[in-house]
Nanobody, 127 residues
Framework: QVQLVESGGGLVQAGGSLRLSCAAS????????MGWFRQAPGKEREFVAA????????YYVDSVKGRFTISRDNAKNTVDLQINSLKPEDTAVYYC????????????????????WGQGTQVTVSS
């Protein structure tokens, strides 16, 4: 069992930065791939980024490449999402998720690949 708690969201102006963090409970955190998803109002949940259980591989949706960076610290049971050059279209609730590491990280862009989800943190970008 893994419990996930996101933090770091807020209201920021376009062009600004935020660092989202996800704290995980459980002794097996390092055996899970971790992902970030987001859901904007009226839209479906969207994959954003994923990182392998060792932190050696990452995967991003094309729309955030170069602006978002996912990282993890297995000693602290945390996974972070650094978001730079924020745009109004980045406004959404951001969720972290954990998936048992069975395949390569590129297989983890679908929500149904994940076993555990956090409650989300709101990011609002003003223009």
């Amino acid at each position: 069992q893994v419990q996930l708690v996101e933090s770091g969201g807020g209201l920021v102006q376009a062009g600004g930065s935020l660092r989202l963090s996800c704290a995980a409970s459980g002794r097996t955190f390092s055996s899970y791939h971790m992902g970030w998803f987001r859901q904007a109002p009226g839209k479906e949940r969207e994959f954003v980024a994923a990182i392998s259980w060792r932190g050696t591989s990452t995967y991003y949706v094309d729309s955030v490449k170069g602006r978002f960076t996912i990282s993890r610290d297995n000693a602290k049971n945390t996974v972070d999402l650094q978001i730079n050059s924020l745009k109004p279209e980045d406004t959404a609730v951001y969720y972290c998720a954990a998936a048992r590491a069975m395949y390569g990280i590129s297989s983890y862009s679908r929500g149904n690949a994940y076993d555990y989800w956090g409650q989300g943190t709101q990011v609002t970008v003003s223009s």
